[in-house]
C-alpha cells in the first residue's frame, strides 16, 4: 500500500492507467505528478509540504488545495474541477487550470504568478490587477466582459479570445510580443507603442482604427471581420502573413511588404486597379509560393500590368483566389 511509505517526498506516477490514488498521509511529499490516468479523486488537503502538484487529465471533479500555502506550480487542466479555491496559495508562480469547469477563479493576491493559464471554463470575473509579475496569461474562452491588464506590464504573451470584452487597454504593455484578443466587442484598440509584438489576431470585433505603422517586428497580423478603413503596413517588412478580409479598407501598399507570402484582403472596397497595383507589388517583392485571395469592389478588370503579374506570380507558385 501505497499509503505506508510516510517518507516519501516525490511522487511521479503520470502516465499510466492508475484509477485510484491514496496519498492522504504522504505528508513529507513535496512533488506530486500524476497525470494522464484515470484517476477520479484525490485527497491532498494535509499534504502541507507539497510545492509541485500536476494531476492534468485525469477524471478529478473535487481538488482541495486549500492548505497548500507552500504550492507554487500548479497544474489540474483538463479534468471536471468546478470549484478551485487557491486564495492562499500565495507562493503560487505557476497556474495552469484551463478546460475544466470554473466559474469562479479569485487569483487577486496571487502576486508571484507568472503563468495563468485559465481557458475554456466558465468564468465571467478576473481580477488580475495585482498580479504584475504576471508575463504569460491565457483565459480564453470564458465569459469575461471586463479584464483590466494595464498594469501588467511584464506580460509578453496574452491570449483572451472568445470572450465578451469590450474595452481592452493594452497601451502600456510594450512587452509584449502575442497579442490574441479575437471574438471580443473590442471596439478601440491602442498597439501603436507595443513595438515588441509579432503576432497580432484581432479578428471579429468592432475595431475601427488599427494603427500598427510602427510594429515593424510583427511578422502575423489577422484583423479580419471588422470595421477598418485605413491599414498602412508600409512599414512592416518583416510581415509574413496578412489577413485583413471584410473590413471598409480602400488602399493596401504592399511595396514593401517584401516577406509578404499570405494575404487575404477580400470583401474590403478595393478596385480592380488597387488589386491590381498589389499585384504588381508581391511580384516585385520577389517572393515564390505564396497565396493572395481578393475579390474586386465595384467591378471591372485588372489592368494590363496587373494581369501581367497575375501571370508571373502563378509562375513562381503562388496561389491567387478571386482575381
Given at each position: 500500500?501505497?499509503?505506508?511509505?510516510?517518507?516519501?517526498?516525490?511522487?511521479?506516477?503520470?502516465?499510466?492507467?492508475?484509477?485510484?490514488?491514496?496519498?492522504?498521509?504522504?505528508?513529507?511529499?513535496?512533488?506530486?505528478?500524476?497525470?494522464?490516468?484515470?484517476?477520479?479523486?484525490?485527497?491532498?488537503?494535509?499534504?502541507?509540504?507539497?510545492?509541485?502538484?500536476?494531476?492534468?487529465?485525469?477524471?478529478?471533479?473535487?481538488?482541495?488545495?486549500?492548505?497548500?500555502?507552500?504550492?507554487?506550480?500548479?497544474?489540474?487542466?483538463?479534468?471536471?474541477?468546478?470549484?478551485?479555491?487557491?486564495?492562499?496559495?500565495?507562493?503560487?508562480?505557476?497556474?495552469?487550470?484551463?478546460?475544466?469547469?470554473?466559474?469562479?477563479?479569485?487569483?487577486?493576491?496571487?502576486?508571484?504568478?507568472?503563468?495563468?493559464?485559465?481557458?475554456?471554463?466558465?468564468?465571467?470575473?478576473?481580477?488580475?490587477?495585482?498580479?504584475?509579475?504576471?508575463?504569460?496569461?491565457?483565459?480564453?474562452?470564458?465569459?469575461?466582459?471586463?479584464?483590466?491588464?494595464?498594469?501588467?506590464?511584464?506580460?509578453?504573451?496574452?491570449?483572451?479570445?472568445?470572450?465578451?470584452?469590450?474595452?481592452?487597454?493594452?497601451?502600456?504593455?510594450?512587452?509584449?510580443?502575442?497579442?490574441?484578443?479575437?471574438?471580443?466587442?473590442?471596439?478601440?484598440?491602442?498597439?501603436?507603442?507595443?513595438?515588441?509584438?509579432?503576432?497580432?489576431?484581432?479578428?471579429?470585433?468592432?475595431?475601427?482604427?488599427?494603427?500598427?505603422?510602427?510594429?515593424?517586428?510583427?511578422?502575423?497580423?489577422?484583423?479580419?471581420?471588422?470595421?477598418?478603413?485605413?491599414?498602412?503596413?508600409?512599414?512592416?517588412?518583416?510581415?509574413?502573413t496578412l489577413i485583413c478580409f471584410s473590413n471598409s479598407v480602400?488602399?493596401?501598399?504592399?511595396?514593401?511588404?517584401?516577406?509578404?507570402?499570405?494575404?487575404?484582403?477580400?470583401?474590403?472596397?478595393?478596385?480592380?486597379?488597387?488589386?491590381?497595383?498589389?499585384?504588381?507589388?508581391?511580384?516585385?517583392?520577389?517572393?515564390?509560393?505564396?497565396?493572395?485571395?481578393?475579390?474586386?469592389?465595384?467591378?471591372?478588370?485588372?489592368?494590363?500590368?496587373?494581369?501581367?503579374?497575375?501571370?508571373?506570380?502563378?509562375?513562381?507558385?503562388?496561389?491567387?483566389?478571386?482575381?
Open positions: 500500500m501505497l499509503s505506508k511509505f510516510v517518507s516519501l517526498t516525490y511522487l511521479h506516477c503520470h502516465t499510466n492507467s492508475i484509477s485510484t490514488l491514496d496519498v492522504s498521509n504522504l505528508t513529507s511529499l513535496t512533488s506530486l505528478i500524476c497525470f494522464s490516468n484515470t484517476i477520479s479523486t484525490l485527497n491532498i488537503s494535509n499534504l502541507t509540504s507539497l510545492n509541485h502538484l500536476a494531476c492534468a487529465t485525469n477524471s478529478i471533479n473535487i481538488l482541495d488545495v486549500s492548505n497548500l500555502t507552500s504550492l507554487n506550480y500548479l497544474s489540474c487542466v483538463a479534468n471536471s474541477i468546478s470549484i478551485l479555491d487557491v486564495s492562499s496559495l500565495t507562493s503560487l508562480t505557476y497556474l495552469h487550470c484551463h478546460t475544466n469547469s470554473i466559474s469562479t477563479l479569485d487569483v487577486s493576491n496571487l502576486t508571484s504568478l507568472t503563468s495563468l493559464i485559465c481557458f475554456s471554463n466558465t468564468i465571467s470575473t478576473l481580477n488580475i490587477s495585482n498580479l504584475t509579475s504576471l508575463n504569460h496569461l491565457a483565459c480564453a474562452t470564458n465569459s469575461i466582459n471586463i479584464l483590466d491588464v494595464s498594469n501588467l506590464t511584464s506580460l509578453n504573451y496574452l491570449s483572451c479570445v472568445a470572450n465578451s470584452i469590450s474595452i481592452l487597454d493594452v497601451s502600456s504593455l510594450t512587452s509584449l510580443t502575442y497579442l490574441h484578443c479575437h471574438t471580443n466587442s473590442i471596439s478601440t484598440l491602442d498597439v501603436s507603442n507595443l513595438t515588441s509584438l509579432t503576432s497580432l489576431i484581432c479578428f471579429s470585433n468592432t475595431i475601427s482604427t488599427l494603427n500598427i505603422s510602427n510594429l515593424t517586428s510583427l511578422t502575423f497580423l489577422n484583423c479580419s471581420r471588422n470595421s477598418i478603413s485605413t491599414l498602412d503596413v508600409t512599414n512592416l517588412t518583416s510581415l509574413i480602400s488602399t493596401l501598399d504592399l511595396s514593401n511588404s517584401t516577406s509578404l507570402t499570405y494575404l487575404d484582403c477580400r470583401l474590403n472596397q478595393i478596385t480592380n486597379t488597387t488589386n491590381s497595383q498589389i499585384l504588381v507589388d508581391l511580384d516585385n517583392n520577389g517572393n515564390s509560393n505564396g497565396y493572395f485571395q481578393s475579390s474586386i469592389f465595384g467591378g471591372g478588370s485588372l489592368t494590363t500590368a496587373g494581369a501581367a503579374a497575375k501571370a508571373a506570380l502563378q509562375s513562381k507558385g503562388w496561389n491567387i483566389v478571386g482575381l
